[in-house]
């Protein structure tokens, strides 16, 4: 009797080649982050002194140094970089809320021309931003908030994609929820924060991360509403190190790793909850 292959068998195999090509994926979308830090870490003189022929030390420097990285303290950007973590931050924690409250209403209330008011939403999130950004820059002229924190910010409060988000959760919630609330003697503020916002954390955190990433990495707006040295954020500043006389690659490389680093810490850090989050806040 010829012996048969046992349902499973080819699972080891189909397991390794798996992992091998998402291995070989993630070396592929890291090898360029990583070649930019050990860049970083090159003399000026070694920077693309084996860029010719392809070698070990085309990637592994020669020597080590913290130069490109002292260097960074005598320009604008640790100022650059405050500005563009200040303005993510406040935007964050504020867009949060306004979102998650437009959002709420969008759910909750049926008032009139809701459908048509909510797909506006939608439109706004589809919307390139340079097709906005001149009429945009007008509204903000016009409300004396130009070369201002406000300029930055408050343009960025809503998001049609977090809303979007935030809507879809809310209506998921059992509408026995509210009514027993509302039975209770509760207004609809406390409904919304004791009630709505409590449950809602894994939209919180996928929120706040779209919106911080989205201001952190922010370039052409503030380039155009905030041109003063003082409110000059980090994309800007480390565009400051390519003319047409030239690139300072040193700090090129060195201010790139630095932006790179910071705006992936709060990804990492919220993942932990957002998983945790997901699986233990379910309603039912």
């Keep these: 009797m010829s012996d048969t292959t046992r349902p499973g068998s080819n699972r080891p195999i189909l397991h390794f080649g798996r992992y091998t090509l998402m291995w070989a994926l993630a070396v592929l979308a890291l090898a360029p982050l990583l070649w930019m830090f050990l860049s970083s870490l090159r003399p000026t003189q070694e920077m693309f002194a084996h860029a ?8 592994w420097p020669e020597t080590f140094t913290f130069q490109n990285y002292t260097a960074l303290l005598e320009t604008g950007f640790p100022r650059a970089i405050g500005n563009s973590l ?15 409250a437009a959002a709420f209403a969008f759910a909750t209330f049926d008032f009139r021309f809701r459908g048509p008011l909510f797909l506006l939403v ?5 919307m390139p931003f340079e097709a906005i950004v001149l009429p945009l820059y007008m509204l903000v002229n016009a409300l004396g908030m130009i070369d201002s924190y406000s300029a930055l910010i408050v343009p960025e409060l809503a998001n049609g994609f977090v809303i979007l988000m935030f809507r879809q959760f809310f209506a998921a919630i059992p509408r026995e ?8 003697g509760a207004s609809w503020l406390r409904i919304f924060l004791t009630i709505a916002l409590p449950v809602s954390w894994p939209v919180i955190l996928t929120g706040s991360i779209m919106i911080f990433i989205t201001q952190f990495e922010a370039f052409f707006w503030p380039l155009v509403a905030a041109p003063s040295a003082e409110l000059t954020v980090a994309q800007v500043e480390i565009a400051k190190n390519i003319s047409l006389e030239g690139a300072n690659w040193g700090q090129l490389f060195s201010s790139m790793s630095i932006v790179c680093v910071v705006a992936a810490l709060p990804f990492l850090v919220f993942q932990r909850f957002y998983i945790r989050n997901v699986a233990s806040s379910g309603i039912k």
Aim: proline residues 0%; glycine residues 6%; charged residues 10%.
């Design 122 to 126: 939608l439109l706004t999130a589809m």
């Design 52 to 59: 010719s022929s392809f070698s070990w030390h085309t990637i």
């Design 86 to 100: 200040f303005i993510a931050v406040v935007t964050m924690v504020v867009g949060v809320f306004v979102n998650a």
């Design 177 to 184: 929820l509210y009514e027993a609330g509302r039975i209770d």
